[in-house]
Nanobody
Framework: QVQLVESGGGLVQAGGSRGLACAAS????????MAWFRQAPGKDREFVAC???????YYADSVKGRFTISRDNAKNTVYLQMNGLKPGDTAVYYC????????????????????WGQGTQVTVSS
């Protein structure tokens, strides 16, 4: 069991920036693959970014070049820096974590991650 708590959401003007943080506890942070997803009302949960334990990063095409995922192992925290925000980025942003997974799911699938935070709302105004 991993406990995840997101912070940093809020209202941002289009073109602005916002940084999110996700603090993890309950498991050894260094063995966790970490990811960010987002979900708007009535829509499926959408992959945003992933940072694997080996250091590889992956981004959805919709955010590539604008968002950056990083982690600070000393603080057991993963971050999402969001630049050049657009109204289409408006959603609840969720932090997710996974240990080794031998199943059929990939890092971009919500089913890859057994542990989730409660989410933080990001609203981008035009």
């Amino acid at each position: 069991q991993v406990q995840l708590v997101e912070s940093g959401g809020g209202l941002v003007q289009a073109g602005g920036s916002r940084g999110l943080a996700c603090a993890a506890s309950g498991r050894t942070f260094t063995i966790l693959d970490m990811a960010w997803f987002r979900q708007a009302p009535g829509k499926d949960r959408e992959f945003v970014a992933c940072l694997r334990t080996g250091g590889s990063t992956y981004y959805a095409d919709s955010v590539k070049g604008r968002f950056t995922i990083s982690r600070d192992n000393a603080k057991n925290t993963v971050y999402l820096q969001m630049n050049g925000l657009k109204p289409g980025d408006t959603a609840v942003y969720y932090c997710a974590a996974s240990t080794f997974n031998s199943g059929i799911y990939t890092y971009s699938s919500p089913q890859f991650y057994p542990d989730w935070g409660q989410g933080t709302q990001v609203t981008v105004s035009s």
